[in-house]
């Protein structure tokens, strides 16, 4: 039975083309039910305020990168969404007087124009939001080397990068496409106009140039730019899951503002029954070894019809 026309934009896939069984399932879901969905391999965690949720967040670059020595250097990838844990890994990084110099960072991802990465005088760059909000606020004597910093610019220098390096963890949000990263569903064309990539041809990118789905578009208007479409570019360069796959745990940190209730739902559910759909690029999770879904527990919502 052929699968059908998203109802968002139908030249793409997108969780909309799921089995409507699946839909329907991850929307009856209650906080205390997506606590339930913990399997080995996937852990769910709750916060109860988002205080310590992000001070939870900025602690994962804080003991990824205490394990870091002049023999075993290792990094975080780390996300532009959500970013309120920068200031405090920088804030932490100081006080503390950790070294870092033997530490690593990956930027997940960098905006596209006119086919090359944007500069970061660009009012929404990736590199220029870390650089602000966490980098330059680290005490000099306490930074790692510029080289150890590392942004999709130079595609295959970058994918490169995680063999010469271990990524201890890759954190990031869930965007309202279902994405990590731009890792977003393909066009429905080609190849793919009747069934989107199977789990292992989409695994099986690596850090590249997407074009991205409608959702994203409108997400990052909505989220960076006070809903102004025209400035958010229609291209990315984004870590692929070839780089995924080679770190260690993959956590994803859900404060209730990029993806809605019913996305944030839906993710976890595919991902605890290893139900695997590129259409939902985040159900790849399901097969890798450790994945951490952690939420404020006051954003999750609910899944009601109602008016507003």
């Known amino acids: 039975m052929a699968r059908p026309l998203s109802k968002v934009a139908p030249d793409w896939w997108d969780y909309t083309t799921l089995d409507e069984e699946i839909l329907r399932d991850a929307a009856k879901l209650t906080p205390n039910d997506l606590e339930q969905l913990s399997r080995d391999g996937f852990e769910v965690v709750m916060y109860d305020s988002l205080k310590e949720f992000y001070c939870a967040e900025a602690l994962e670059y804080i003991r990824v990168w205490q394990q870091a020595t002049p023999d075993n250097p290792v990094g975080i990838c780390g996300p532009i969404g959500p970013t309120e844990q920068l200031p405090l890994v920088a804030q932490i990084v100081n006080a503390l007087d950790i070294k870092l110099h033997d530490a690593h960072f990956w930027g997940m991802d960098e905006w596209i124009e006119d086919g090359k990465p944007v500069a970061t005088d660009h009012p929404l760059s990736f590199a220029k939001a870390d650089m602000e909000l966490c980098f330059n606020r680290i005490r000099p004597e306490l930074l790692m080397p510029t080289e150890n910093i590392h942004f999709p610019t130079v595609l295959d220098e970058y994918s490169n990068s995680y063999n010469d390096v271990r990524c201890l963890l890759m954190q990031g949000g869930q965007g309202e496409v279902k994405h990590w990263a731009f890792n977003d569903p393909v066009r429905r064309e080609g190849k ?33 730019g006070g809903g102004y479409i025209p400035l958010v570019p229609t291209c990315a360069a984004t870590v692929g899951p070839e780089e995924t796959w080679k770190s260690e745990c993959v956590s994803i940190w859900h404060p209730g503002y990029h993806d809605n209730p019913f996305g944030m739902r839906l993710t976890a559910l595919m991902i605890s029954k290893r139900i695997a759909d590129s259409s939902v690029p985040m159900s790849l999770m399901a097969d890798h070894p450790k994945v951490r879904f952690s939420y404020y527990r006051g954003g999750i919502g609910t899944v009601d019809s109602e008016m507003k």
């Open 192 to 224: 793919y106009k009747d069934a989107p990539p199977t789990p292992e041809e989409y695994r099986k990118l690596k850090t590249r140039i997407t074009d991205l789905h409608p959702l994203t578009v409108i997400q990052n208007a909505r989220t960076s």
